[in-house]
């Protein structure tokens, strides 16, 4: 499957934004989906998963409470909308897919090629 990731930009703290990942291919739906995210010079980052069906979602601690993981398997989509954002949320967005929505971000197998994510405070 490809993945294709859109919707990063520069947003004030407090701002809003809409992730999108695009995929290809007829299996989207049994892919279960995840978005990490890289600072500069900082590790990859688990940010939220969402299981195949949609009916699980996972949330690192850091975002809980401000972002929504979802999907479309209709559109061959996942999105996560990311409320009142703060600085520390500046990094480059990825999504993934795997069999099982980890927060490792080496279990998963696709990897779209990234949307960047700047705000400022």
């Known amino acids: 499957v490809q993945l294709q990731a859109s919707g990063g930009g520069l947003v004030q703290a407090g701002g809003s934004l809409r992730l ?8 989207f739906s049994s892919y279960a989906m995840g978005w990490l995210r890289q600072a500069p010079g900082k590790e990859r980052e688990f940010v939220a998963a969402i299981s195949w069906g949609g009916g699980g979602t996972y ?3 850091s975002v809980k409470g401000r972002f929504t993981v979802s999907r479309d398997n209709a559109k061959n989509t996942v999105y996560l909308q990311m409320n009142s954002l703060k600085p520390e949320d500046t990094a480059v967005y990825y999504c993934a897919a795997g069999s099982l929505p980890k927060r490792d971000g080496a279990r998963y197998d696709y990897w779209g090629q990234g949307t960047l994510v700047t705000v400022s405070s």
Not at 20 to 27: D, N, V
Request: net charge neutral; proline share 0%; glycine share 10%.
């Open 59 to 61: 949330y690192a601690d």
């Open 20 to 27: 999108s990942c695009a995929a290809s291919g007829r299996t």
